[in-house]
T-cell receptor
Framework: GAVVSQHPSWVICKSGTSVKIECRSL??????MFWYRQFPKQSLMLMAT?????????EQGVEKDKFLINHASLTLSTLTVTSAHPEDSSFYIC???????????????FGQGTRLTVV | LAKTTQPISMDSYEGQEVNITCSHN???????ITWYQQFPSQGPRFIIQ???TKVTNEVASLFIPADRKSSTLSLPRVSLSDTAVYYC????????????FGKGTRLSVIA
């Protein structure tokens, strides 16, 4: 099946620094990728939709200047948490859906997630 | 996007069949129903998907009634390793549409 690779799996950073998380679709092209955030014991919350070659679309309440998203190619999207603070500590997950509809419904593939801890 | 409702949690003993029902009253004509499994500190993993009637694969079955306003994920003979959170999602086939997660069902399998 299709694979989405997310890197790093975990990161610890100091408050005030920036952290970049990469999301790659390994064997398919994805015009659109999605970034989620998950707090302990809670569900995934959609943060933004990343569009190849254009600006990301952010969900209400998500600061676009804090969570910078770049979708430079059909297989790579990056999320940069700028000036990270302890409250940004969370589990970040990316998702990608094949550009070409294979007629099998909304297949979505998820990365393994990135555990961010800001100290 | 259609909103889904699932039980918050379920407990089961090893070896039993587990059925998790999801309500999606506002499902649209072109929406599919997809179930994902998530273990702690991992991304969701696809289990099964369907549009209507019954779908079966090597790990689960999905039952969808004619009105499609609900669906039931059936896990045969669960084991301890099936302890996870299970999410029911509905959405169209467009690749540009994000999947919106509900609260999911936390399944605990007991020895």
């Amino acid at each position: 099946g299709a694979v989405v690779s997310q890197h790093p799996s975990w990161v610890i950073c100091k408050s005030g620094t920036s952290v970049k998380i990469e999301c790659r679709s390994l064997d398919f092209q994805a015009t659109t990728m999605f970034w989620y955030r998950q707090f302990p014991k809670q569900s995934l919350m959609l943060m933004a939709t990343s569009n190849e070659g254009s600006k990301a679309t952010y969900e209400q309440g998500v600061e676009k200047d804090k969570f910078l998203i770049n979708h430079a190619s059909l297989t790579l999207s990056t999320l940069t948490v700028t000036s990270a603070h302890p409250e940004d500590s969370s589990f970040y997950i990316c998702s990608a859906r094949p550009t070409r509809d294979r007629g099998r419904g909304p297949e979505a593939f998820f990365g393994q997630g990135t555990r961010l801890t800001v100290v | 996007l259609a909103k889904t409702t699932q039980p918050i949690s379920m407990d089961s003993y090893e070896g039993q069949e587990v059925n998790i029902t999801c309500s999606h009253n506002n499902i649209a004509t072109n929406d599919y129903i997809t179930w994902y499994q998530q273990f702690p500190s991992q991304g969701p993993r696809f289990i099964i998907q369907g549009y209507k009637t019954k779908v079966t694969n090597e790990v689960a079955s999905l039952f969808i009634p004619a009105d499609r306003k609900s669906s039931t994920l059936s896990l045969p003979r669960v084991s301890l390793s099936d302890t996870a959170v299970y999410y029911c999602l509905v959405g169209p086939s467009s690749g540009n549409t994000p999947l919106v997660f509900g609260k999911g069902t936390r399944l605990s399998v007991i020895a």
